[in-house]
Structure formats: C-alpha cells, structure tokens
C-alpha cells in the first residue's frame, strides 16, 4: 500500500514539476526532445518507484531505421512507461481524446505530439491520425491495436482502422510483445506490484501506400500472429 501511495504521488506530482519547465523550454523546438527526453526520465523513476525489472530482447532492431511504428499487446497501463523506455524516449502514442482534457497533462500530451484520437467515432479518429502524419512526425509511432487493455490477460483481436492508417504510411512496423506489466497494475486496479517485465521485439513488417484492403487485413494478420508468438515463446 505504501508503495502504491508513493507511486501515485510521483506520478502526480512529477507532470506539473517536471513538464511545466520543458514544456516552455521545448516551446522553440518543432521536435520537442526535451519533452521526449522528460518523458523517458518520468518513465524510467516510475518503473524504479514501482520495483520493476525490465528485461528486453531485440531493440537493437529498431537502430536500423530512422523512423518506424512500434504496434504492441496492451495488458496495463505500464505498458506505456514500457514502451517509452524500451525506445528512451516518447514515441508518438495515439490517445483517446479524455486524456487531453485532464489540466495540464492534457497540454503536456499536446506539446509531445501525442495524436488525440476520438473512439466514439472512428472517423474523426482516423482524421486525428492523419492530421498528425501529415505534420511531419519525427519519432516513432506507437500503436496498441487491441484498443483497449485486456481484462484478463488474453490477447485480443485488433481494430483495423487506425492500424490501417499507419499502414498506408509505408514505415516499417514492428511487432512488439511486452509480457508482466498487467502483474504491476491490472486492468481495474491502482495498486502497484514489483514485477519483472519482459520486452521482445519481433521482425519489421513491409509496406506501402495503396494496398488494397484484403493486403492490409494479411497485414495486420500476420503482425498480430508475430506478437502472439512473441508472448507464447
């Protein structure tokens, strides 16, 4: 219980402490790296806070291209801490748009790049993530095509339509498998347990703009097939 305690209070209490200075010192920056960096710091205390050993195989994959899509499981919200310090800095995440609206967090998302997306309505959702593409992204995207958390652990089938997106980018994606973050913080529940969190990172996946969308459905069966053998190995 205390450990939970400190933790939320870190989480907390770091956004306005940290965010608000590079949040004006990023203000001259189009790619916002101070805040890229922030949040790497944010993430990596968190993990330490909450007892956590992360264990990864195959980033070294990711030096070979210089922008790409990360599309990951999702069992917890630790899995964000994960993923940003698996790559050492803030990918642009797509967020639903209440986040946006919790007062200064909401900003802070707005100023990392974070694409504000509207799951109420796909439509409007899929014009957020092209909105964002089309304003020149400088860092990964990343992707959590289940939609939501798993309740109970299982991996779930993906929503097409933002994936399908980015898969008309033509960036390489990158199946990744991220196994332990639902022992940390479940679904449903604040408490927060040590665990040891396991990353594996499968091989790119190819694409290419103008796929026709029986391709884009073998697409997207193959990366979610990629990320379930990454999490039954």
């Known amino acids: 219980m205390l450990k939970s305690l400190l933790w939320w209070a870190l989480a907390g209490g770091l956004v306005p402490l940290m965010g608000i200075p590079l949040a004006i010192l990023s203000i001259p920056d ?28 195959g980033a070294e994959k990711f030096k070979r291209y210089k922008q790409f899509v990360v ?50 309505d796909p439509d409007a959702a899929i014009e957020s993530i092209k909105r964002g593409l089309t304003k020149g992204i400088s860092r990964p995207i990343a992707i959590f095509p289940e ?5 109970d652990g299982h991996f779930q089938p993906f929503r097409k339509k933002g994936l399908n ?48 969308e029986e391709e884009k459905a073998l697409i997207r069966e193959r990366i979610w097939r990629s990320i379930d053998e990454l999490l039954k190995a």
């Open 30 to 57: 189009p790619q916002r790296r101070l805040i890229s960096r922030g949040a790497y710091l944010w993430s990596w205390i968190l993990m330490k806070t909450a007892g956590c050993t992360l264990k990864v195989e």
């Open 165 to 212: 997106i980015l898969i008309e980018t033509g960036l390489p994606l990158f199946p990744m498998a991220i196994k332990g973050t639902r022992r940390v913080m479940p679904k449903g529940s604040y408490t927060v347990k040590s665990a040891t969190i396991q990353v594996k990172v499968g091989e790119p996946v190819f694409t290419k703009p103008g796929l026709s």
């Open 71 to 120: 599309v990951c499981n999702h069992q917890s919200y630790f899995d964000i801490f994960t993923l940003v310090c698996v790559l050492r800095r803030a990918p642009h995440f797509l967020a639903k748009k209440e986040l946006f609206q919790i007062p200064i967090f909401g900003q802070l998302l707005s100023l990392a790049q974070v694409i504000k997306i509207d799951r109420q």
């Open 147 to 151: 939609g939501t958390r798993s309740p």
